[in-house]
């Protein structure tokens, strides 16, 4: 979690809900219960979330505050849920969104 | 339906403000908010105010935003939050989306304190994860404790823009360049010197030509452009980044205000679409008001007080109090407006060159178009001062609404006037004691402590440091100079820090005498 800020200069050590786990495309991943989704993957270093349905091109976060719907991912089978404004959960299993299809293209 | 006195969309600074005047006269207030924390930008904006005493100066944003909640729910009012407002219909009936399920309400009076939306710009590769807002960063870093990336380019020389690089640099990320289209910085000064002493450079009459990557930024490429914003072939420059950050302007939003029939005006002088208001924020439509940046895009501090000149007039408009109580109190918090609307940045100003301060110095050309102040410049602003003995200098070179120095002084060496846009002066017959107060005070780290008479040989200068880890006594390193060029070694001689300088630490460093008018920051060695 080399992104983590672990002490702030002005904020101090940033209070934080309870270590979770949860999946990400199969892949075991680290954060902390409350945070946004999109928190805890920008932390694990992941930039990717998803692939647009007409170009097949990548977006990530924008404007991580659930305005511009960049972001958005599957998360627990449900697609398009922005992941800047969805608090992290145990076990939540988050996936890639192709289009709105949890398969890459040339699996659809 | 359910129905409320005053119903407030957005609890940002003037919404709260607005809800706790409101809430002060005996109205019935609630208080919807799209977003999962109430404070609106408060909570992101970790930097010290500016303005006087008396509005929040030097009071860091998020402290700000937690006096407002606070004042606001001893006062009663309810704060609905994951509330969307999604429509403002006639006789100020209004629906709120919360979670799944859409509620009706009437509000005898509303306030829409929806505050602005940032603004993008377009570039090829512009949509590569990677690509991000200013406003994406502040919360990724001061809200989750995330760095938004490593290494950062920055678009934009707004305050927005400067303010964000400093906030990327203090959580420990690189910022590889500060970037605008026009030909001079458009914030204010002071945070573009703390910027550019910690080594940043800035490109201004810079443009993005292309975010480079293929699956997320690896790189960029500006290039100047001419006049006419034309890029000029040949000045390509490459960064490689995995960040590229747009800080490209603020619009309102106001789209509630469209939906409800208020009368509209398209102002650049304030952000873009606006609602027609009354010196009170009361729109074309009796009983609806506005305040903060959705009626201008402006500052915080003028956000609140706009806030509570709406919510006393709502008070008014419902009659909860007479219009002598409203015309009394809106003269008092007019003069703060008014104070906070004078000087360089004045919403009349915008995009004007200036070239002299109201003191008839001329402005730093070289502080608007590379960031710092120029050696051959400092020396004639009324705060940069030689004398025997430790004593501040200060940097302050533009005309901006803040006086928290004046007040920080126990000697009274430093002095404002009633004027809160002059720039400070020395009083040369109070004696400095290098207390270092007036240091953490300047919102603007635009004040040193210098001492050339330290030992034969070497002089002192006492900088404002708000960086982890904090340097040690006795640590060796390099002194920076205002455009972040090593110009010499430096020893930490003291770091003071102190509950009444909030996090502001100030670092003590021996440079060779030559060099105390010209260190003003400081690096550790490898």
């Not at chain 2, 005898?108 to 690509?131: H, K, S």
């Amino acid at each position: 979690m080399s992104r983590r800020i672990a002490e702030h200069p002005i904020l101090g050590v940033q209070e934080k809900g309870e270590k979770v786990t949860f999946l990400c495309d199969g892949e075991i991943l680290e954060g902390y219960e409350g945070e946004p989704i999109a928190a805890a993957l920008r932390a694990a270093g992941i930039m990717k979330h998803r692939y647009t349905k007409k170009e097949h091109t990548p977006r990530g976060i924008f404007c991580a505050i659930g305005r511009c719907t960049d972001c958005v991912m599957i998360v627990d089978g449900k697609p398009n849920i922005r992941t800047c404004v969805t608090p992290l959960k145990q076990g939540m299993k988050v996936q890639t969104q192709y289009g709105v299809s949890p398969k890459p293209f040339e699996k659809q | 339906m359910k129905r409320y006195d005053l119903i407030v969309v957005g609890a940002g600074p003037s919404g709260l403000s607005a809800a706790i005047e409101g809430a002060k006269r005996g109205l019935q207030v609630v208080v919807f908010d799209e977003n999962e924390k109430p404070g609106g930008q408060l909570f992101k904006q970790i930097h010290k105010f500016f303005g006087s005493k008396e509005h929040k100066a030097k009071i860091r944003g998020f402290v700000i935003g937690e006096q407002l909640l606070k004042e606001a729910s001893e006062l009663g009012v309810k704060v609905v939050l994951n509330a969307t407002v999604t429509g403002l219909y006639m006789d100020k009936e209004l629906v709120v989306k919360i979670a799944d399920t859409i509620y009706h309400y009437k509000g005898d009076a509303i306030l829409i304190a929806t505050g602005a939306a940032e603004n993008m710009v377009t570039f090829e590769g512009w949509t590569l994860p990677g690509v991000i807002g200013a406003g994406a960063a502040q919360t990724m870093m001061n809200l989750h404790g995330v760095k938004p990336g490593n290494r950062i380019l920055m678009l934009g020389s707004g305050n927005v823009g400067l303010v964000v690089s400093f906030q990327l640099l203090q959580c420990g990320c690189e910022v590889a360049a500060l970037v605008d289209a026009a030909p001079r910085v458009g914030g204010y000064g002071i945070h573009a010197a703390k910027v550019a002493r910690c080594g940043v450079p800035f490109y201004l009459s810079h443009t993005i030509v292309k975010a480079e990557g293929e699956e997320c930024v690896t790189g960029v490429t500006i290039a100047e452009v001419d006049k006419k914003f034309q890029f000029i072939p040949g000045t390509e420059k490459h960064f490689d980044v995995d960040t590229i950050c747009l800080a490209v302007g603020l619009s309102p939003m106001s789209q509630l205000l469209k939906i409800a029939g208020c009368e509209m005006e398209d102002n650049p002088k304030r952000g873009g679409q606006v609602p027609i208001c009354n010196e009170y924020g009361e729109t074309s439509i009796k009983g609806i008001f506005v305040a903060g940046d959705v009626s201008g895009v402006e500052e915080a501090s003028s956000a609140m007080i706009e806030g509570r000149i709406a919510g006393i007039a709502a008070a008014q408009y419902l009659g909860y109090i007479g219009i002598e109580e409203l015309e009394e109190k809106f003269e008092e918090n007019k003069a703060a407006l008014e104070g906070l609307r004078q000087g360089m940045f004045a919403p009349e100003n915008r995009g004007k060159l200036i070239e002299r301060t109201e003191e008839g110095i001329p402005v730093s050309m070289n502080l608007l178009t590379k960031g710092y102040i120029a050696e051959d410049e400092i020396e004639r602003y009324p705060g940069v001062t030689h004398r025997a003995g430790i004593h501040p200098v200060m940097e302050c070179s533009q005309n901006i609404p803040c006086n928290p120095c004046q007040d920080a002084c126990p000697r009274h060496c430093i002095q404002i006037g009633s004027h809160i846009t002059s720039l400070p002066v020395v009083d040369e017959s109070a004696q400095c004691v290098g207390c270092g107060l007036c240091v953490a005070a300047c919102s603007g780290q635009a004040i040193f402590l210098v001492q050339e008479d330290y030992e034969p040989g070497y002089g002192t200068v006492t900088i404002p440091y708000e960086f982890l880890p904090l340097p040690q006594k006795g640590e060796k390193g390099y002194g920076l100079d205002r455009s972040g060029q090593r110009v010499c070694e430096a020893q930490v001689m003291e770091v003071k820090t102190a509950k009444t300088f909030d996090h502001t630490n100030l670092l003590t460093i021996r440079v060779p005498v030559d060099m105390v008018g010209k260190a003003r920051f400081y690096r550790k060695s490898c």
